[in-house]
């Protein structure tokens, strides 16, 4: 049979990743050239409508020295937009002519994709005599008598425009106003985090400009874009600090710049991004600039006072300057020119260590202090040589010990302008700029640091003083800092515990304190929903009972999700951008590879982490969960083919490739560092595992199943497997591991064997259907799968409208139509443009299968399912069919988003578990086929899957059952977090057992309510057969997505009343027991629940 012949018979493959036209890949469109010429107008009219204000900013202009005109002054910036389209940027300045004078604006329009200066485009409504500045780039428009400037882009006009950048000049250009924040910028369109990671990655390429102070430059400059570009942005900011502060950027590589230049600079910075850390608008950028906050130094103070310091304490005891005679001391000499020229905050650890050496004597004090204290040695010290012709700071010093009281003076004047640190430093800063009781407090915690005390107090402490640095108004930057010291000396405090002798109860206290630290700021939304959810746990009920441990089980589980979501985005976002600037700096790939998991490490969230990991087990153990620890769910191929097992220490294959076979690995310790070779697809441990650890992020990040089982008995089991090819499979939260058939199908070529050589035999072949669509009544054997037909027998089925009578309420099957097994065959069939792409794709699959490269199948896999979704044609004769279905449903959704559902399903046939599995059986293409159901979507309140007979022991005697909030994806989808789980003895009154109470943090619901929308279910005929669990390879598409919404437990009935959620289970299962009854089968049964009423959307033969 050809490849085109199999297609439309029913199968089909697809073709190599080389065949796929990959938009993304494509360059960026040129843009239209910016106009030369001008069209300037006088009079700017803005709509008569109410505007909307999209960026609204006031930039600091100081301005003075030597002989110029000492300004001190402003300039606002306003963008506002307007319904009809217009846009108006609008520019007052503020006390910028002291002495009488002209101002312009110096600026130009950047367009996407572009940092270069253009003309204003054609059309732009500029004020009365704007004027070209002769460069063709730049223009200059006059501030009026009134200090405003005022520009419009109508409806249309400049739509590549991203920003406007500016200067404000004086007199013609006699002097050049420069803001604080560097060139005044108004974003036209939201900033781009991209620009703002090109910009800052550019300026540390390594021939670029490597002084700290030319960072400082950039990052003031790019400040307000980052700010506005989201998480992206702020991670840009805070990855580029902190590669500097860890000295994988230069310090030393550039120019020099006078003392006074880097004070300002670093208080100006500081203070935009402690403002920065208060004011974002969402909590994760929030975080990024807290730890953008932790690598800068104060700033301010009179930067010339450390060059001037220096020159004084020569001066005044005698040492040579230059060509000035005194005692020759080479340190102070060199140490000297470096403060001149190119002061950092080297200079406060220079000085600490020098006085060190002023009060031993001996100079090898000097360098071991420096290094045992900074890190700091004399190859460092030798490089610090920028911008000044000597060999940097190599000593020796002369033992001076009348220099050591001048030299505390100095070691102050360092402080001022570039300490802030530590908990003291900060808040000798901060004195006077809060309330007097939290000060006075604050200074006894710092004079009793080292109490058992002191980290519960800084937490109540640090939520005393939120009010004064982020809602009063006036962020102070001191208050900031020394709120960012305080939480850090308590995270160091935390890590440093030893919670081996605390009780349960202490450590439960310990976490609670943890997670009240992490929301100080408000700026983890779901970690402050399960710190809520946690603390109404721990005060409700009888403690300790197996109740208020299932309800404190559920807790833990939701602070655990919450912590994780938090860290893997923290991480995600940390880790791009530190990779694009390593690139471009040339920076050690051992300081890159883990950065974000190390900035993960250094988070307060680690706390939470040591602490939950501490107080789960005494929970655990009370609520009755299993022994099995879920870190990482792995992906659902494992349920097919997990790979070979091996037993070793996972630290003892680092650095080995794997990927010719799949592997379990089996080890025995984890110290939580190593890194999981390629090819792993799943670690178990019996060692804990910290959540937040570099390997648990790894495997999240990786989809690798890592979980931890500690019993002897069960552990002994994993590991007499050593050499056994397995699968996994993730049922609520038990790990199934047994043998796999498929041996080493999962990469490579192999025959079936065994039970599953015959399943072809065993497919029901299609009866070629001539219709389109067909309802419950035509739901016969080889028209439709097992899915629809046996919805057609539950929806006229006596026994479940008579249970529905002696229980209240209704059970339903909603309403449902198919597509026939024939329907997607005919379809392609139809389509000789898209049948022969997908024939070509098929080949590319079976040559990549053929020698066993499992990257290059992927591919063509996801070629032929492109092709299927994205190029088939419907039809002619089926869009009526479809649009009497769209209609019956009640019209929530299009004919061609229809059509795009059902393409999906469809092409699910070619996802690689389905691909895997049919290979591993010996079902051909041609022989698998699909039909697809129809359904209205069910806006459920709950969800649950009902088995009747127990899956993980098999007890045919008990019913199995999961609940969640919202529809069954969170179920189905093997979503983060526990379900109501629960088994019921099928006895009078059907008694249930509680597993676990729900915990899983997002639920899904229809978009609009009471609008109706279509499910495209997959119905295939590989499905439900004896010996092999088909179910679940094929996807169903919601023709609308499903909205997602964060669950709030702390209000949820199935968790506080026990009574009500007794009640359902009983229902349900007695529910499950009658449909057992009526199919004559144990059966794997899905449905939903809506008030009272109960619909059942699938019913199937369980495969056990």
Known sequence: MSQSQALAGGAVLPTTSRLRARSGDSARRSR?????????????????????????????????????????????????????????????????????????????????????????????????????????????????????????????????????????????????????????????????????????????????????????????????????????????????????????????????????????????????????SATAEDGLSRQFFRAALATLPRGGGNGDDIRLGILQIMRE???????????????????????????????????????????????????????????????????????????????????????????????????????????????????????????????EVIANRDEHWVPNKIVELRERLVDTWKYSGDTNRDVVLLDVAMEKFYRQRVEGMDLGGYNADDKLGLLEVAMRNVCV?????????????????????????????????????????????????????????????????????????????????????????????????DVRAGAGRSAWDIISTGKPELSLHAGMVKVVELADIQGEDLSATPTVVISSRLGGLEDIPPGVAAVITNAPVDLLSHIAIRARQMGVLLVVMPEPGKWG???????????????????????????????????????????????????????????PEGYAMGVVGSKSSSLSKLGSNPAISGYASTHGGAVMVPGSSALPFSAFGRAIGADAACLERVALAAAAVAAADDVGDAYLRREALKVVRDTIVYQLTMPADLDAPLAATVAAYGGGCTVDSLWIAIKKVWASKWNERAFLSRKACGVEEEDLYMATLLMEVVPAEMAFVLHTANPITGNTGEVFGEVCIGLGEALVGNEPGSALSFTAAKSAGFPATIRSLPSKPISHHPVTSGVATIIARSDSNGEDLEGFAGAGLYDSVTVDPTEEKYVDYSQEWLIWDAGRRNALMSKLAELAVAIETEMQAPQDIEGCIVGDNIYIVQSRNQVM
């Open 317 to 443: 005891n005698g040492i040579k300057e230059g060509h000035r005679p005194g005692i020759e001391d080479p340190f102070i000499a060199q140490w000297h020119q470096k403060l001149h020229s190119n002061t950092t905050v080297d200079d406060i650890y220079i000085c600490e260590a020098y006085l060190h050496f002023l009060h031993t004597g001996n100079w090898d004090d000097f360098w071991t202090h420096l290094y045992d204290n900074h890190g700091l040695t004399r190859e460092d010290l030798a490089s610090m040589k920028a911008g000044w012709r000597t060999d940097g700071i190599l000593g020796p010093g002369q033992h001076l010990p009348q220099l050591i009281n001048p030299m505390k003076h100095f070691y102050w004047i360092l402080r001022t302008t570039h300490g802030g640190g530590s908990m003291k430093s900060a808040m000798d800063f901060a004195r006077g700029n809060m309330p007097g009781d939290v000060e006075g407090e604050i200074n």
């Open 717 to 775: 089991e994993l590991v007499a497997m050593n050499g056994t090819p397995v699968k996994i499979d993730v049922i609520g939260e038990e790990i199934m591991v047994g043998p796999s058939e498929m041996g080493a199908a999962g990469a490579g070529a192999s025959q079936p064997s065994g039970a599953l050589a015959d399943l072809a035999l065993r497919l029901t072949p299609s009866a070629n259907s001539p219709e389109w669509l067909v309802g």
């Open 32 to 276: 239209p050239a910016a106009r030369r010429g001008l069209r300037v107008h006088a009079a700017i009219a803005a709509p008569n409508l109410a505007g909307k204000t999209v960026f609204d900013e006031t930039a600091k202009i100081d301005f003075g020295g030597h002989d110029r005109i000492e300004t001190h002054g402003s300039c606002s910036m306003l963008f506002v937009e307007y319904p009809d389209g217009t846009r108006v940027v609008t520019l007052r300045a503020e006390n910028l002519l002291p002495q009488g004078g002209t101002l312009e604006f110096h600026w130009g329009c950047v367009c996407e994709g572009s940092d270069t200066w253009t003309l204003p485009p054609d059309g732009v409504v500029l004020p009365d005599g704007t004027h070209d500045s002769g460069d063709q780039k730049a223009s200059r428009s006059n501030f009026g008598g009134d200090g405003s400037l005022t520009m419009s882009f109508p409806p249309g006009v400049g739509e590549d425009v991203q920003r406007i950048v500016g200067i404000v000049i004086r007199n013609g250009g006699a002097d050049w106003l420069h803001a604080e924040v560097g060139d005044l910028t108004i974003p036209i369109k939201p900033p781009s985090s991209d620009g703002v990671l090109k910009a800052l990655a550019n300026g540390e390429q390594v021939e670029g400009d490597g002084s700290l102070y030319k960072r400082f430059c950039r990052i003031n400059d790019k400040l307000s874009e980052a700010t506005g570009s989201g998480p992206s942005g702020a991670a840009a900011i805070m990855a580029t600090l902190r590669l500097s502060v860890i000295r994988q950027l230069p310090w030393y590589a550039g120019g020099c710049y006078q003392g006074k230049d880097m004070a300002h600079m670093q208080e100006v910075v500081t203070r935009r991004v402690a403002l920065a």
């Open 521 to 617: 700021g408000q700026d983890f939304d779901r970690m402050q929903a399960a710190l809520g959810f946690f603390q109404k746990a721990n005060s409700a009920g009888e403690r300790w009972s197996t109740e208020w441990s299932l309800v404190m089980d559920a807790a833990l589980d939701a602070v655990s999700l919450a912590m994780e979501y938090h860290m893997d985005a923290y991480c995600a976002f940390a880790q791009y951008p530190a990779n694009v600037i390593a690139s471009q700096a040339g920076c050690d790939q051992q300081y890159i590879v883990n950065f974000g998991e190390e900035c993960v490490r250094g988070h307060s969230m680690f706390a939470v982490s040591k602490t939950l990991s501490a107080a789960r087990p």
